[in-house]
């Protein structure tokens, strides 16, 4: 199982991100997947979570209407839109699988 995260980087505020992950070693297709970050110096955040399909989406309450999770399962791939990024969504982000799998981070750094 691996799940590799990508597209994090250094972002004005006001500015936008789009996060990958991609998975392999398993059926990405029939798992929820969730966004979870980590702050510096911080604990653990979930950010969202989307079903199998793609249909069903949630989002914590400090990124609801500027983050948008979506899949691509034939392309076994996750990704995060993230628009309207603050200073305070600066975090390592992961991308896990409801299996239990993480994978190794991307940082995004939201500063002018």
């Known amino acids: 199982v691996q799940l590799v995260e990508s597209g994090g980087g250094l972002v004005q505020p006001g500015g936008s991100l789009r996060l990958s992950c991609a998975a392999s070693?398993?059926?990405?297709?029939?798992?929820?997947m969730s966004w979870v970050r980590q702050a510096p110096g911080k604990g653990l955040e979930w950010v969202s979570e989307i079903n199998s399909g793609g249909g069903s989406t949630n989002y914590a309450d400090s990124v609801k209407g500027r983050f948008t999770a979506s899949r691509d399962n034939a392309k076994n791939t996750l990704y995060l839109q993230m628009n309207s990024l603050k200073p305070e969504d600066t975090a390592l982000y992961y991308c896990a699988a409801c299996h239990g799998s993480w994978g190794q981070g991307t940082q995004v750094t939201v500063s002018s």
């Open positions: 070693g398993f059926a990405f297709r029939d798992y929820y």
